[in-house]
């Protein structure tokens, strides 16, 4: 069992390596971690580029991971504390949105501004508890190679998006979108799938 084992299975050793690494009740770790550790865990593609503005709520104890040539444009905030944030090449993140993991995109993604993506849910049952203070669940929010996320665009947990498929600006992505296939609305609905006999985007037929 390595260290990190050990300490995830001791919730005395957890609990205070936490309180080492993020200030209590925030999210954001501290500044010896962005600068000393980091940088020396997480991966990062050649030509990738992460603006000055960026907020990185990144751990060194879940992966974050951008490929070659990959942007994240100013304002974007990334949060990896339930899960990974993996992201491939070629892809742009753009101004304003955010990434809360588990998140895994693929190469040559297009996601536009101010675009929300959340694989976290905060519990909510017990009615004698703020939800703040209930346990979190998680689901992991898959987006294919070759699609293209519009402006102002959520989508929840667990949701994946197959490759080239488009999800319309202000959409609510709150289930699966199949490969090659346009989405629009709340909820977001299926509008145009890529027929390959016709070569045309098509409209569905009748459920």
């Not at 070659?68 to 892809?91: R, W």
């Not at 009615?127 to 699609?147: A, E, F, M």
């Not at 929840?156 to 992505?173: K, M, N, Q, R």
């Amino acid at each position: 069992m390595s260290i990190l084992e050990k300490i995830k299975s001791n919730p005395k050793a957890k609990a205070l390596l936490l309180r080492l690494m993020i200030p209590r009740g925030e999210a954001r770790p501290r500044w010896w971690v962005s600068f000393f550790v980091n940088p020396f865990v997480h991966k990062k593609g050649k030509h990738a580029l992460i603006r000055r503005s960026v907020r990185l709520d990144v751990l060194p104890f879940r992966k974050f991971t951008i490929g070659k040539s990959t942007i994240i444009e100013d304002f974007a905030c990334i949060n990896n504390g339930m899960g990974d944030v993996i992201i491939g090449d070629h892809c742009t993140i753009g101004i304003g949105s955010v990434l809360i993991a588990p998140i895994q995109i693929g190469h040559n993604v297009i996601l536009a501004q101010h675009i929300c993506m959340s694989g976290l849910n905060h519990g909510y049952t017990d009615i004698h508890l703020p939800i703040k203070d209930q346990p979190c669940t998680t689901g992991l929010i898959r987006v294919g190679n070759d699609s293209w996320i519009g402006a102002n665009v959520v989508v929840v947990a667990g949701v994946s998006i197959g490759e080239h498929s488009i999800v319309a600006g202000g959409s609510v992505v709150v289930k699966d979108v199949p490969p090659f296939s346009i989405v629009a609305g709340n909820p977001a609905k299926l509008i145009r799938q890529y027929n390959p006999q016709t070569e045309a985007w098509e409209k569905p037929g009748p459920s």
